[in-house]
């Protein structure tokens, strides 16, 4: 069964600094995304990494995935209050056809002035 | 080309009353995905359906839960005799083939009194 996890859940950082959130998923999995979430509102999809290596950047976001390790990682550089949010992280997973998501449980960003 | 519409956003209940959640998927898309997402939690993949058939429903409480798709008209998630602990945001989403990446609806918020 696949399983996702993140880490850390919690993170508060000062605006300009850099930060790496980790996702790591128990089994193989073919792609991952990463998500956006504001509170209250739907998720935002901010990157689909497909092969060993993948590499994706917008902004002062970068996604990285190493399927042989099965970690993912999210990078924020030089970070800023707008930033602030919760992200997750999803592995897909194929069973009987169906492409499932598996959600990691989120880290919540704070950036403080 | 309307994103994926969900209603209502907010849905209030007494315990033992029914809920019924609507999504209707993006133009072009035959693939509908319901999470459920409880408070501080990712979200958890519930049932996948495509027109008129139920895919995948292992997410799915045993009782009192049910989807459908029909041939016209939105996907209805459908929850009897409700309880405190059905409270959550109730996610849709859907894509135009099994594989291609999932596009989110704002959600429905369901709370229970």
């Known amino acids: 069964e696949l399983k996702v996890e993140q880490n850390p859940l919690f993170l508060s950082m000062q605006e300009g600094k850099n930060y790496t959130i980790y996702c790591n998923y128990s089994t193989t999995s073919d792609r991952l995304y990463w998500y956006r979430q504001d509170p209250g509102k739907s998720l935002e999809s901010l990157f689909v990494l497909l092969s060993n290596g993948a590499v994706k950047q917008e902004g002062r976001l970068m996604a990285s995935l190493d399927t042989k390790a099965r970690l993912s990682t999210l990078h924020i550089t030089a970070a800023v209050h707008d930033l602030s949010a919760t992200y997750f992280c999803?592995?897909?997973?194929?069973?009987?056809?169906?492409?499932?998501?598996?959600f990691g449980q989120g880290t919540r960003l704070t950036i403080n002035p | 080309n309307a994103g994926v519409m969900q209603n209502p956003r907010h849905l209030v209940r007494r315990r033992g009353q029914e809920a019924r959640l609507r999504c209707s998927p993006m133009k072009g898309h035959s693939h509908v995905y319901w999470y459920r997402q409880l408070p501080e939690e990712g979200l958890k993949f519930m049932v996948y359906?495509?027109?008129?058939?139920?895919?995948?429903e292992s997410g799915m409480p045993k009782e009192r839960f049910s989807a459908e798709f029909p041939k016209e008209g939105p996907s209805i998630l459908r929850i009897q005799q409700v309880v405190r602990g059905d409270s959550a945001a109730y996610f849709c989403a859907s894509s135009p083939w099994n594989n291609q990446p999932q596009h989110f609806g704002d959600g429905t918020r369901l709370s229970i009194l």
């Open positions: 999803a592995a897909a997973s194929f069973i009987q056809g169906a492409q499932k998501l598996v």
């Open positions: 359906l495509q027109k008129e058939n139920i895919i995948d």
